[in-house]
């Protein structure tokens, strides 16, 4: 039998699996805590930190592509994709940690100077792992049912990954804090120090899990791998109204996530406040995170019996707009008790995890219509696109979160004195500015999910049947390729 022939093993399946937790896990730190990381804890100006941020999303615009490009071009021994999924991991996991162990001599320029620099490094790095990791499903697999299957099981597994950091994150760094900086550190050093040690922890796990990709999983197919420009990202989309349809859908739901996730550790801070805080933080975080990963492996599936995907779809956006108009109610009425909090934590994580699922379906999809529509089956473009998306997404969220803290002035700084072990931060708080924080973290993503359901719900064509119709018509036009050559 032909080895591209073979049917895809468990462990491989496993392997590739623990690839996308891991490089999650360094997404979802970055992605979540870079942010307040520098500005709050270190003092970095919140408006200077959004620019950072977003000007590094838009640099991917051009990095992406390229990457695809010097992949492509790769021949080695052991491959295109597995040398680079390494180089690019090793690389990434040292910025992470040295974006996260700034030298305590810096201050002002020189610290602003050293978050950009890390940051962009990170984001370079990071793209040298993540586009062939996604690349090379081609490369070792069958297609048709199998390629669907793993690609679902990457995606899940990536939730996973994040919501392993949403869970842990405040939980493990104040522990490490404490026990590198010392008992009688006040709670700004404890929280600086633990993230320096957090992130090594996880840059580790995150070469780990990659070389257990890369050894694992063998490249079988000598195919060409096809480079996307981005003059080509957004031709194929123009040219696949559906296609641009998701990725406006993704760009606008992973917006409103990203802002909820870069402010909420705010909110329990500056907000909903007390010396326990953070063990609030934790909790939420717990919850919502066990919530994320049941919805992907749990929730999805069983709905999906009696509904269509894109049934639930709207439904995840109503439970979404929902748990934030929840969240929001209980901000002004009740901040006394975490448990409540629960509430709207089960509608926004479970939508979340369910959402994440259900775009990565609606965009495979888009390649079969396009296929029927222009003749040209864009699989590669699409997928290279939706990489693209998210990191915009976060950057747009990014620049939205560091304007909100810099317009309500929430930063902690250095204001807290050394002797300040245990410190209540919402007493200095002006009422007004927690307001604010509310209506950003709740409100502007509320705004969004309904323009993405609306939007949706005019453009989206591609129900079940459509999808059904569409399948056959594309072997339709196969066989008779086949019988023309």
Known sequence: MNTA????????????ALGAVGKDMVYMLSASYVLYYFQD?????????????MIARVFDAFNDPLMGVVVAKTKTRWGKFRPWLMIGTLT????????????????GAGLVAYAAVTYILWGVTYTMMDIPYWSMIPAFTRGGKERETLTTIARTSAGVGSAIITILTMM????????????????????????????????????????????????????????????????ALIQNDQAMTVTIAIVLINTAVYITSNLVIYFFKYDFGGTGWNDAYVLFNMFGGGIQ?????????????????????YICLGMAVAGYLVLLGLSFVNMSNVFLLFIPAFLIFAANGMLTVITTVFLANTVDY???????????????????????????????????????????????????????????VAQSAKVGLRMTMAVIPIIGLIIAFFYFRKKYLLTDQKVEEIAKEVARLREEKTSED
């Not at 804890?41 to 941020?53: E, F, K, R, Y």
């Not at 493990?172 to 590198?180: D, E, I, Q, S, T």
């Not at 599936?301 to 779809?313: E, G, N, T």
Request: aromatic content about 10%; glycine content about 6%.
């Open 172 to 235: 493990v760094v104040p522990a490490l804090g404490r026990m590198f900086a010392g008992e009688s550190a006040n709670a700004q050093s404890i929280e600086i120090v633990g993230f320096k040690w957090f992130s090594l922890i996880v840059a580790v796990l995150f070469i780990l899990f990659t070389a257990l990709t890369c050894i694992n999983v063998k490249e079988k197919s000598t195919a060409e791998m096809k480079t996307v420009s981005v003059g080509q990202m957004f031709k």
């Open 92 to 107: 990434n996991a040292v910025i992470l940690f040295l974006m996260f162990a700034a030298p305590p001599a810096l201050d």
């Open 41 to 53: 804890l270190l003092g970095v100006n919140a408006i200077a930190m959004g620019v950072i941020l």
């Open 293 to 313: 990963v049941l919805s992907m492996m749990l929730f999805y599936p069983l709905l999906r019996k009696k509904f269509s995907s894109l049934q639930i779809f």
């Open 370 to 428: 396009g296929e029927v529509k222009n003749h040209r089956r864009d699989e590669s473009v699409i997928f290279s696109m939706q990489t693209f998306v998210v990191k915009l997404a976060s950057g747009i969220a990014a620049l939205a979160a560091s304007i909100c803290l810099s317009i309500n002035n929430l930063q902690e700084g250095t204001e807290v004195s050394e002797a300040d072990k245990v410190y209540d931060f919402s007493q200095n």
């Open 5 to 16: 022939q073979q049917k895809l093993s468990g462990r491989a399946k496993l392997s590739y």
